[in-house]
């Protein structure tokens, strides 16, 4: 079974801060990871995959397979980062390609 | 290029009921996938269809069923509606079902009284 955990329900840091939201991940075989970010009042999008290995509005996050963890990273946080991020997770060939497994969420709030 | 759309916005139904939930892809994209966010927790995949048929499902049971059609739009059904169903159902397109991104649509907020 395949599981994402996102231990910080909720992360409070100031602007210019910087930031690390977690997640780990449980799969038996080799995963995508990915992270999505949903601003207020906005639909749920794509802020980066680890295969495109990309940094996107100053985040980055790097797989570590041997720590199973895609920790989410930026180092200096800005007010309009403030959103709810999620983990996500799919396997990478097989019946589970394609269908994403979704940790709980952080919700992240930058002070000014 | 029109994004993702969702109909209706917010529903409110009784127990015992039935819903019909529909989707409109991206242009050009073949796949939808369907996920069930309840309160206060992260998306669940119910299930996802390519090209009008079921590419794997979820842990959910029977009452919940889809659709595709010709144009990739897309419909979710449940039947015998439970409270535990009360929910935002998203559904999101994608240009495959090789791991393709998916592009999420506003979601319906579904209210069982």
């Known amino acids: 079974a395949q599981r994402v955990t996102q231990p910080e329900k909720l992360l409070s840091v100031f602007k210019g801060a910087p930031v690390e939201l977690k997640c780990n991940y449980s799969?038996?075989?080799?995963?995508?990871l990915f992270w999505y970010v949903q601003y207020s009042r906005q639909r749920l999008q794509l802020l980066l995959r680890?295969?495109s290995r990309e940094s996107i509005k100053g985040f980055t996050a790097d797989l570590n397979k041997g720590e199973t963890s895609f920790h989410l990273k930026k180092p200096f946080a800005q007010e309009e980062d403030s959103a709810m991020y999620y983990c996500?997770?799919?396997?990478?060939?097989?019946?589970?390609?394609?269908?994403?497994?979704f940790g709980q969420g952080t919700i992240l709030t930058v002070h000014p | 290029e029109t994004g993702v759309t969702q109909s209706p916005t917010h529903l409110i139904k009784t127990r015992g009921q039935q819903v019909t939930l529909r989707c409109s892809s991206q242009?050009?994209?073949?796949?939808v996938s369907w996920y069930q966010q309840a309160l206060g927790q992260g998306p669940q995949f119910i299930f996802q269809?390519?090209?009008?048929?079921?590419?794997g499902r979820g842990n959910f049971p029977p009452r919940f069923s889809g659709l595709q059609f010709p144009n990739y739009s897309s419909e979710l059904n449940v039947n015998a509606l439970e409270l535990d169903d009360s929910a935002l159902y998203l559904c999101?397109?994608?240009?495959?079902?090789?791991?393709?991104?998916?592009?999420f649509g506003p979601g319906t907020r579904l209210t069982v009284l």
């Open positions: 999101a397109s994608s240009l495959g079902h090789r791991g393709d991104t998916q592009y």
């Open positions: 799969y038996s075989g080799s995963p995508e």
């Open positions: 680890h295969i």
């Open positions: 996500a997770l799919t396997g990478a060939g097989g019946t589970s390609y394609g269908k994403l497994t």
């Open positions: 242009s050009g994209h073949n796949t």
């Open positions: 269809y390519y090209r009008e048929e079921e590419n």
